[in-house]
């Protein structure tokens, strides 16, 4: 059983449509973040939200973290093909050893 | 350059044989994570050191994997008897401390294929 659960697992999209992904968990986190993963490379942080409720924009892309901090939301607006990528959420297990726990991802191919 | 730099980008080996995989993360950052990570797949969590000290191992799939930070900078993951299912992308981590809203910088992983 994953912690966190990224819904949907693919996404393949033309130029210009918006989009929802939405990472989801039974647990509440102190904060929660976004990361971008382009292939070759390393997942490189977009976002970090901290309180219930909170929306950040960042560009086209704005991010939500649920009322009771169990979920978020990134919601990009007018995707561009340079939006493909791997996103991935991410929580730091405070109850634990301050490990950083990734989601299962969502896969984004956004097309010309 | 001033980030996470990880060796050898790609490593082909055979089954039953040792590996190890070096990381050297960004200076002065007292944190490093070691992750696998499958094709389209979140990096799944191995090992997260403090310093010198592997503070959480619970990720480590079994006692072929180990991991050494003996000076609280570079990391190195070692693989013994490797099997054809240990091929994955190995990526690394660091962070300037531990906790909730610190940003961790990946390096570009390393690629290992066992055949």
């Known amino acids: 059983t994953q912690l966190l659960e990224q819904s949907p697992q693919f996404l393949s999209i033309q130029e210009g449509e918006n989009l929802t992904v939405y990472c989801n968990s039974s647990?509440?986190?102190?904060?929660l973040q976004w990361y971008r993963q382009e292939p070759g490379e390393g997942p490189v942080l977009l976002v970090t939200?901290?309180?219930?409720?909170e929306v950040k924009k960042l560009k086209r892309l704005t991010f939500q973290f649920g009322d009771a901090r169990k979920d978020s939301s990134l919601h990009i607006t007018a995707a561009q093909p340079g939006d493909t990528g791997l996103y991935l959420c991410a929580v730091v297990l405070l109850y634990n050893t301050d490990k950083l726990i990734f989601g299962t991802g969502t896969r984004l191919q956004v097309f010309p | 350059g001033a980030g996470v730099s990880q060796t050898p980008s790609n490593k082909v080996t055979e089954k039953g044989k040792y590996v190890e995989l070096r990381c050297d993360p960004i200076s002065g950052h007292t944190a490093l994570y070691w992750y696998r990570q499958s094709l389209g797949q979140g990096p799944e969590f191995l090992i997260y050191f403090q310093g010198t000290g592997a503070a959480d191992d619970s990720g480590l799939p079994n006692d072929r994997f180990f991991a050494v930070r003996p000076e609280g900078s570079v990391s190195t993951l070692k693989i013994q008897r490797t099997e054809r299912g240990d091929s994955a992308v190995y990526l690394c981590?660091?962070?300037?401390?531990?906790?909730?809203?610190?940003?961790?910088?990946f390096g570009q992983g390393t690629r290992l294929t066992v055949v």
């Open positions: 647990s509440v986190f102190s904060s």
């Open positions: 981590a660091s962070s300037l401390t531990a906790g909730p809203h610190t940003e961790a910088f």
């Open positions: 939200v901290v309180t219930g409720g």
